[in-house]
Nanobody, 117 residues
């Protein structure tokens, strides 16, 4: 299974920016895609963004379109989430996931993002 380590969370004021990173590691793996979900207290997990590993095709949740950008570094097996124009409602724990060709989906431990008004 793929191991995922997230970094880059923290606190920021509304209108600010943060960049999250998620690095995948393991014995042998073939990444098909990586992405992010988030979960705020008392709310269901929400899709944030997704990127395919070979073609780099991206998709985003409606609430973050135009503000967040997902990208990848194939050589480093790392996905990034650049978050701009942050709003208090973006406050959540952000979870990275990886879709591996054989073992399926793995999840990171989550990283807290807090946006203050």
């Amino acid at each position: 299974q793929v191991q995922l380590v997230e970094s880059g969370g923290g606190s920021v004021q509304a209108g600010g920016s943060l960049r999250l990173s998620c690095a995948a590691s393991g014995r042998t793996f073939i990444l098909a895609a990586m992405g992010w979900f988030r979960q705020a207290p008392g709310k269901e997990r929400e899709f944030v963004g997704h990127i395919t590993w070979s073609g780099g095709m991206t998709s985003y949740g409606d609430s973050v379109k135009g503000r967040f950008t997902i990208s990848r570094d194939n050589a480093k097996n790392t996905v990034y989430l650049q978050m701009s124009s942050l709003k208090p409602e973006d406050t959540a724990v952000y979870y990275c996931y990886a879709n591996e060709a054989i073992t399926g989906r793995s999840w990171g431990q989550g990283t807290q993002v807090t946006v203050s008004s």
